[in-house]
């Protein structure tokens, strides 16, 4: 098999580590698949860097940033083909610059535009393994680019993409995708596959195991990526081969690939919302737009929003969500409204949690939200705002039930085992 | 002026003193000048990454050791150029690969094949300051390397003959080139000037201002160094001005810009010397090469050299002096020889320092050998060994004495004011 295997921060935290996911790597090689390995900068690394910039100035240049903040993944590049010789593995390290893997020049959040990656299939189809740092780029400009946060999954996968690997393993700290967070629901299970929409719903939604950047470019390429832990020992896993089951990990791949679709898939959440109402506002038409569009100017996401009828008849209150982050500029922008949008009151909460029902099962199932919206209802939550998908269900409810409600849905949608 | 600024590794130890730097250039760039700058690693962090990619493996590739290493001066690089810019001083980085800086692929040592600098040397003409990663270049085969320990001060020099600047300032921990070590003799003297064949052998005899290659380099090339202080307040030194005086540092040049010759220039000393001496060997053609061939494809370098006719007249003892650190192995060789070339005993020792006596005005003035030694011999100074160049003398003598026949030396050729 042509694999790309990518190691997160902590599976690299440390020499030791590193020298552990070599031995996965390793594994792969000896069972005769050809390997590019993706590396992050070692844990805590990045966080350093960033921390000198900001000393030397608040205000700073992100080009310079980037030739920065990169040098953390130059590191780990060299250290793990460093590693790999010393297994026996021939490794050779490779910067966004060497590829190159050219991207635009939106200097820390840059875009991938080509990853030019014939000379590096050359290497792997000799056997060699090549090291990429990942998160790095090259703009126009022949300067450094950084991709943003979790910009080491892109670049794996565009790798991936670029050598048409069959898989793209990424190795983490945990094991897998999982129907909901372990910590709220001790019974929450491993899934063996995930589709993409299911878990870019579940990424962009609170469950932090891949970026949403990485499984949207995994979803447009069609490359099959494997989440699983660079903990588990490199001799016991199994190495990849095509067309049998991975064993480890979580498979995300399309749809058709799944072997039994379930109605429900996973159970997420984020306490990261905020709830803003707008009351007693005319209701008629262009009033939405004019609220709407000045947040959306002040680059504000508006997530869930609800209308209702007011007593009276002839007004309306607005409730909408918004990132907790954005709280406090969301209602500045509402308050400067106030001459050209006649309101009454502006009322705010960030003590409200979103929980959230996925899976592609609901496309051909109807009743999913009927079930949820009663299992909830039962257990005494109030249910403030709803957003749905083809593939989702989102509820806002207040916080101090988060745990209870997601516990609740885990069990309706018969997740537990 | 067109300047070159090198700031080493204690300079830009922290982000406090990057910005403490970047003062100095701002002064200079207010002051009309253009400039580059050449930066060292953080002090203490080429020490940390050398040490990682010992830790992953003992034997390592030194591909990859330089890809590790050369990120040190990649990040002081980005965070000068950013405290510049807080500055207002227009600024860019350049790592040894965007310039380039094209070295041959002697991974860990490098030598430069040249330094393509139009494309800094057209923005520095525009009044951009370049941040140029000191330490590292490229390889015919576009991998890092880097130049070897002081590869920075080698890294500005050849900046600096490429870009054909008025001058090459290296900004180190001391305030210059002293007659000798303040350490051992407090009445040392800062020089305003030292020729670069002086410098040479104060570099290569133990005093560690300035790495040998640089010097050598700088007199091949022209290259005026300026050798000063980064701790001096940058406020209060003047900017560089063609045509005047200096007033802070020692300016390296060619002898012909020294004003005022004095006979002797400095005193030199190193402890780290050995001291063999093979007993009774034949005294016949061909002997010494069965010696010294040996050694030298050991790698090993010998020194100063002594003969001696021994009482029976058909022997002779040999001395010679090795690098401490070489010293066993140096044994280990001669001991294997025991059988091609008769000798009666090996003896060694490592209390033995050497110290030198330098100055350009030797060329024209006899007696300063004979001066030295009588002056030695009445401390009462055995001298075990002599060796000498057009502009050195220096004397192998018992450790203990250094500190002694350092100060004897500085009073009587007149350095003490």
């Known amino acids: 098999m042509l694999l790309v295997m990518k190691f997160g921060g902590t599976s690299v935290a440390d020499v030791a580590r590193i020298k552990n996911a070599a031995l996965h790597v390793k594994r792969e090689v000896e069972a005769g698949n050809r390997v590019a390995v993706v590396v992050s900068a070692m844990a805590g690394h990045t966080n350093q860097l960033v921390a000198w910039t900001r000393e030397a100035s608040l205000i700073h240049d992100a080009r310079e940033y980037d030739a920065v903040v990169a040098s953390g993944e130059q590191i780990t590049s060299g250290l793990m083909a460093i590693a790999l010789q010393s297994l026996g593995v021939t490794a050779r390290s490779w910067q966004g610059w060497q ?40 703009s126009p400009n022949n300067r450094i680019t950084t991709l943003g946060r979790g910009g080491s999954d892109t670049s794996a996968v565009a790798l991936a993409a670029a050598i048409k690997a069959d898989r793209c393993d990424i190795y983490t700290d945990v094991d897998g995708v999982y129907t909901t967070d372990p910590r709220v629901e001790q019974k929450a299970q491993r899934l063996d596959r995930i589709s993409y929409e299911e878990m870019l719903e579940m990424a962009s939604l609170g469950a932090k195991v891949l970026q949403t950047r990485s499984v949207e470019l995994a979803m447009v390429q069609g490359v099959r990526v494997q989440v699983r832990s660079s903990f588990d020992p490199p001799d016991i896993c199994k190495p990849a081969q095509l067309g049998l089951a991975e064993g480890c990990g979580t498979l995300v791949c399309d749809e058709a690939e799944m072997l039994e679709q379930r109605i429900v898939s996973g159970i997420a959440y984020t306490k990261d919302e905020a709830k803003v109402t707008v009351l007693a506002v005319e209701d008629k038409p262009g009033v939405a737009a004019g609220i709407f569009m000045p947040l959306a100017e002040a680059n504000i996401n508006v997530d869930m929003i609800v209308q ?29 409204l106030e001459n050209s949008i006649k309101y009454a009151d502006l009322r705010g909460d960030t003590d409200v949690a979103k929980v959230s029902v996925i899976g592609v099962g609901m496309r051909s199932h109807a009743g999913v939200a009927a079930q949820m919206f009663q299992a909830l209802a039962e257990k005494g939550i109030n249910i403030q705002a709803i957003s749905t998908s083809e593939i989702k269900i989102s509820v806002l409810i207040g916080a101090a039930y988060t745990e209870l409600a997601v516990r609740t849905l885990h069990t309706l949608f018969g997740l537990d085992h």
Chains 1, 2 share one sequence.
């Open 99 to 138: 590829i190159p893997l050219k991207s635009d020049d939106a200097h820390g959040a840059a875009r991938i535009d080509v990853v030019e990656a014939s000379e590096i299939r050359r290497r792997l189809d000799l056997g060699e393994v090549a090291v990429v740092a990942g998160f790095q780029g090259i």
């Open 308 to 336: 209702n009828i007011s007593e009276d008849g002839r007004t309306t209150d607005m409730t909408f969500t918004v990132a907790a982050s954005e709280f406090s500029r969301a209602l500045d922008v509402l308050r400067l």
